[in-house]
């Protein structure tokens, strides 16, 4: 089992940046396929972004593609999601999740190890 947590989060205007961070501990963290989920209130939490064990593979929600990238350093244990051109529909709980590397990474289902969350807040 790994260990998640997120930090980074914040209030921003619309249009800012936020970089969100997630430093995992526990079994090895090379081994997991990370992605970012966020859920806003009343609605579902949803995948954003997802990066393979590798790092060779990337997925993006049609909502934050060409504005949201993430990242990972192996050697350091952490995965990032840098956020530009922020919206205030991006408004939400962010969280870190790992999931087994045999699986695809743009399935939510395929990720089962979550941090406690980080609130981000854009304001319009």
């Known amino acids: 089992q790994v260990q998640l947590v997120e930090s980074g989060g914040g209030l921003v205007q619309a249009g800012g940046s936020l970089r969100l961070s997630c430093a995992a501990s526990g079994r090895s963290f090379s081994t997991y396929n990370m992605g970012w989920f966020r859920q806003a209130p009343g609605k579902e939490r949803e995948l954003v972004a997802a990066?393979?064990?590798?790092?060779?593979?990337?997925f993006y929600a049609d909502s934050v593609k060409g504005r949201f990238t993430i990242s990972r350093d192996n050697a350091k244990n952490t995965v990032a999601l840098e956020m530009n051109s922020l919206k205030s529909e991006d408004t939400a709980v962010y969280y870190c999740?790992?999931?087994?590397?045999?699986?695809?990474?743009?399935?939510?289902?395929?990720?089962?190890?979550w941090g406690q969350g980080t609130q981000v807040t854009v304001s319009s």
């Open positions: 999740a790992a999931g087994a590397r045999i699986y695809t990474i743009n399935y939510p289902e395929n990720f089962d190890s």
């Open positions: 990066i393979s064990w590798t790092g060779g593979k990337t």
